[in-house]
């Protein structure tokens, strides 16, 4: 039998890291603008990147190496918080990661309860 108030659980906690993951989402955002010069440019780098070595190379370049995804800001003065971002955005993209994959099992879960559901009574 299907647990309506499991689901429903599920339901909110699922809202719950949505909303979690929108925050990250735009905190990244901050974090590009304030590492590097052309910040759509090092997103596309990152995104290329990532479709190529997977989300683990991608995290260990971020931390390893972010200074191959774009050229710090020109302003000297930004300098600081350029680097200070660099070091923040593999920690937000450890975090998003997570949040994604735990949404995705929680969306499993519901998506068997919806089945099960709908499956006719025998």
């Known amino acids: 039998m299907i647990d309506f108030d499991e689901d429903q659980k599920l339901a909110r906690k699922l809202q719950q890291i949505h909303n979690e993951m929108d925050r990250l989402e735009a905190l990244d955002e901050v974090l ?4 590097y010069r052309d910040p759509d440019a ?3 780098l990152m995104m290329a990147y ?6 683990d190379g991608l995290f260990a370049a971020l931390r390893a190496n972010p200074d191959f995804f774009g050229a710090y800001p ?4 930004r300098f600081d918080d350029a680097y200070m971002a660099r070091k923040e955005l593999p920690v937000v993209y450890a975090q998003y990661r997570r949040l994604r994959d735990e949404a995705d099992v929680i969306q499993a879960q519901r998506n068997r309860f919806e089945r099960e559901r709908d499956e006719p009574r025998r």
Do not use: V
């Open 32 to 35: 590009m603008k304030k590492a």
């Open 74 to 77: 020109e302003e000297k003065a």
């Open 42 to 44: 090092a997103q596309d």
């Open 50 to 55: 990532r479709d190529e070595n997977g989300d």
